[in-house]
C-alpha cells in the first residue's frame, strides 16, 4: 500500500557565498564535491595502477620477458597492488560514500565537514608522497604486503620501502577520519523516520566498513611503525637474527590485511543491493537477512586472517581453527548472493548498463569466492600458495567483485552527480570489453597456479608449458584496458552532450532520485519524514485488489515536481538573508588543505632529514590553528 510522506516545515534557508573555479575545489567543505574529487582522484590512481600491471603483463607475455629488469618487476608488482587496495578501491568506495550517504539518509551534509575535506586531501598527501618515491631513487619493492625480514634495512637499501611505510601511515590518517565521519553522520544526522531498518543498504555496508577501518587501520598502523623504527632507528621487532620474530609482521598485516578485504568488497555488495532492486522492479530480497548478513561479515572477518598464513608453520591446532572460520564466512556470504538472485528471479529486468555490471558482480565474485573456499582447505593451500592460483583468486574477488559493483554504481548514480546520462550503448560495449578481457586475463591464471607457475617472479623459463596461458593474461589484460579507454569516452562524451537526463530516470527507490539532479549544496531545501523503507517507491506505487503494481495518479512524478519548484524557490541564488532561522550551510575553507601539506612535509622528514619535519610540523599547527580559529559559516 502507498504511505503518504510528509515533510518538516520549510524554513528560509542562507548559503555562504561560494567560489567558482579553480580554487573553490581546494576550499569546498561539500560533501558532493569531496565526493567527486575522491572518485576523480581514484580514477587516476587505477589508470596509473592499470598501466603498471599492462607492464607487467608484458614482461610476462613470453618466456625469459626483457621488457623490465628484476627490480623494476618488483617495483611496478609492489605499486600496482599497493596503488589498487589503498589508492583505488577503499577511496572509490570513499567518493560514493561521501557523495550518497547524506543524500540516501536525507540529511544535508556530513557531521564534520571540514574533517572531511582533511581526509580528501590528507589521502591525495599520502598517495602522492608515495609516488613521488620514483622520483626519489626508486619506488619500493617489497610487495605490497611488505613482508618482513624483506624490507629490513640491508635487504632493501635505498628509502623506497621508508616512502612505503610512510606513505601508508598518512592514507591511514585520512582513512581514520572519513571512518570516524561515516559514523557520526549515519547515526545522528538521518532523516526523521529513518529508523536503522529502513537505510539504503548501501548506507549500511559503508556503516560496516567505517567500523572495519575504526579497529583495523591502528594495527597496520601500529606495524608500519615497528617497520619504520627497525629500519631507522635500529629497533628489533622483526630482526630473526637479533631475537626479533618475522612472523609477528605477518599477524598485523593480515589482522589488518583480512578485514580489509570486506572493506574493499562491502560498499560494492551494497551497491549492487541497491542496483537490482531498482532493475528488477522488486524490493530486495530478504533486507533483514541481507543487512546482518553484512554486519556478520564484518565480525567473523576478524577470525580468519591466519588462512594468509597456513604455510607459516602455525601448527595442526590453529591452522584447523582458522580454516574452519573461513569456511564458515562463506555463509553470509553465500546468503546475499542467494538474497541477490532471489531479487532478481520473477522479476521485470531491465538489462541496462548498472544491472549488467551488478550481475556480472555476482557471477565473477562468486567465482572468486569459491576458489576462495579451496583455500581454505590447508593441504590444497600449501599446494597453491604463492602461485597464480592465488592470483587468480583475489582478482576475482577484488575486481571482479568491487571494480564490477563500482562501475554498476557508477552507471546507475551518474544522472545524480551531472543531470545527465551515460552512453547506454558504450557503457554496454564498456561491461563485455571489461567481463570478456577480465575472465581471458584472470582465468587462465588458476590453470597457471596449479601447473606450479609461482607469483612474485619477473621471467619463466622455456618448456614449462606456461606460454599459450601467459600469452592470453596478457591479450585480457589489455582488452580490459580498452574497456577503461571506452568507459573515459563514454565520461568525455556525456559531459560535452547538453542533453539532460530526465528526473528519476531508472524508476528508482531511495530519497536521493526526489531532488533536482545535480543536487544543490544544501540537498533538501525541506527534511523528508520517512516513513517506509524504499520510501520514494511508496509515493509513486501501490498495488491493487490483485498484488499487481499501479501507479498513484496523484502522487509520484507530480509530488516530485512540486518538490523541485521548491527547490527552485528556496533561495537557490545562493544568497539567503538568514532571517529567523536560517539554515547555513558551513563556509569553504582552505585550512584542511594547508593542513594535509604539512603532514606530507613531515613525511618527507621522516625519510629524509628532522629540519624537513619541522618545516612541515609549522605549516601542520598553522593549518590546525587557522581551521580551529575560523569561523564555521558566513
Excluded: C
Amino acid at each position: 500500500m502507498a504511505v503518504a510522506l510528509t515533510r518538516a516545515p520549510a524554513r528560509p534557508f542562507a548559503r555562504p557565498k561560494e567560489e567558482h573555479g579553480f580554487w573553490s575545489w581546494i576550499s569546498t567543505v561539500d560533501h558532493k564535491r569531496i565526493g567527486i574529487l575522491y572518485g576523480v582522484t581514484a580514477f587516476l590512481f587505477f589508470i596509473v595502477g592499470g598501466s603498471e600491471a599492462l607492464m607487467i603483463r608484458m614482461q610476462l607475455a613470453a618466456p625469459n620477458g626483457k621488457v623490465l629488469t628484476a627490480d623494476e618487476y618488483n617495483q611496478l608488482f609492489t605499486m600496482h597492488g599497493t596503488t589498487m587496495v589503498f589508492l583505488v578501491i577503499m577511496p572509490l568506495a570513499a567518493a560514493f560514500g561521501n557523495y550518497f550517504v547524506p543524500l540516501l539518509i536525507g540529511a544535508r551534509d556530513v557531521a564534520f565537514p571540514r574533517l572531511n575535506a582533511f581526509g580528501y586531501w590528507v589521502f591525495l598527501s599520502g598517495g602522492l608522497l608515495l609516488y613521488s618515491s620514483f622520483l626519489f631513487g626508486g619506488a619500493p619493492n617489497g610487495g605490497w604486503f611488505g613482508y618482513a625480514p624483506q624490507t629490513i634495512g640491508r635487504f632493501s637499501p635505498g628509502h623506497g620501502i621508508d616512502f612505503w611505510l610512510v606513505g601508508l601511515i598518512i592514507t591511514g590518517i585520512g582513512s581514520l577520519t572519513a571512518a570516524a565521519n561515516f559514523i557520526v553522520t549515519t547515526l545522528n544526522l538521518r532523516a526523521p523516520g529513518m529508523t536503522l531498518m529502513r537505510m539504503p543498504v548501501f548506507v549500511w555496508m559503508n556503516l560496516v566498513v567505517s567500523f572495519l577501518l575504526l579497529f583495523a587501520i591502528p594495527i597496520i598502523t601500529v606495524a608500519l611503525f615497528e617497520l619504520y623504527f627497525d629500519r631507522n632507528f635500529g629497533s628489533n621487532f622483526f630482526n630473526a637474527n637479533l631475537g626479533g620474530d618475522p612472523v609477528l609482521w605477518q599477524h598485523l598485516f593480515w589482522l589488518f590485511g583480512h578485514p580489509e578485504v570486506y572493506i574493499l568488497i562491502l560498499p560494492a555488495m551494497g551497491i549492487v543491493s541497491e542496483v537490482l532492486p531498482v532493475f528488477s522492479r522488486k524490493p530486495l530480497f530478504g533486507y533483514s537477512v541481507v543487512v546482518f548478513s553484512g554486519i556478520a561479515i564484518g565480525f567473523m572477518g576478524w577470525g580468519v586472517w591466519a588462512h594468509h598464513m597456513f604455510a607459516v608453520g602455525l601448527g595442526p591446532v590453529a591452522n584447523s581453527a582458522f580454516a574452519a572460520s573461513t569456511m564458515f564466512i562463506a555463509v553470509p556470504t553465500g546468503v546475499k548472493i542467494f538474497n541477490w538472485l532471489a531479487t532478481t528471479w520473477g522479476g521485470d529486468l531491465r538489462l541496462k548498463t548498472p544491472m549488467l555490471f551488478a550481475l556480472g558482480f555476482i557471477g565473477m565474485f562468486t567465482i572468486g569466492g569459491l576458489s576462495g573456499v579451496t583455500h581454505a582447505v590447508v593441504p590444497a593451500d600449501y599446494q597453491q600458495t604463492d602461485t597464480y592460483y592465488i592470483v587468480a583468486h583475489f582478482h576475482y574477488v577484488l575486481f571482479g567483485g568491487a571494480i564490477f559493483g563500482l562501475f554498476a554504481g557508477a552507471y546507475y548514480w551518474a544522472p545524480v552527480v551531472t543531470g545527465k546520462m551515460l552512453d547506454e550503448t558504450l557503457g554496454k560495449i564498456h561491461f563485455w570489453l571489461m567481463l570478456i578481457g577480465f575472465n581471458l586475463a584472470f582465468g587462465p591464471m588458476h590453470i597457471l597456479g596449479l601447473q606450479g607457475q609461482p607469483r612474485r617472479t619477473y621471467q619463466y623459463p622455456k618448456g614449462m608449458g606456461w606460454d599459450f596461458w601467459n600469452a592470453v593474461s596478457t591479450i585480457g589484460a589489455f582488452t580490459i584496458a580498452l574497456s577503461i579507454l571506452t568507459f573515459t569516452i563514454n565520461i568525455f562524451k556525456t559531459m560535452k552532450s547538453k542533453e539532460r537526463a530526465p528526473q528519476d530516470p531508472w524508476d528508482a527507490r531511495t530519497l536521493e532520485w526526489t531532488i533536482p539532479t545535480p543536487p544543490p549544496e544544501y540537498n533538501f531545501a525541506e527534511i523528508p519524514v520517512v516513513h517506509a523503507r524504499d520510501d520514494f517507491w511508496h509515493r509513486k506505487y501501490t498495488e491493487d485488489e490483485q498484488g499487481r503494481l499501479v501507479r498513484i495518479p496523484s502522487g509520484g512524478s507530480d509530488e516530485t515536481s512540486a518538490l523541485h519548484e521548491q527547490h527552485a524557490d528556496s533561495d537557490d541564488s545562493g544568497h539567503g538573508d538568514g532571517h529567523g532561522h536560517g539554515i547555513h550551510m558551513p563556509s569553504p575553507s582552505y585550512f584542511p588543505a594547508l593542513a594535509s601539506v604539512g603532514i606530507m612535509i613531515v613525511g618527507y622528514g621522516a625519510i629524509y632529514h628532522w629540519w624537513i619535519g619541522a618545516i612541515g610540523g609549522v605549516i601542520l599547527l598553522a593549518g590546525v590553528f587557522g581551521w580551529g580559529n575560523e569561523p564555521l559559516s558566513e
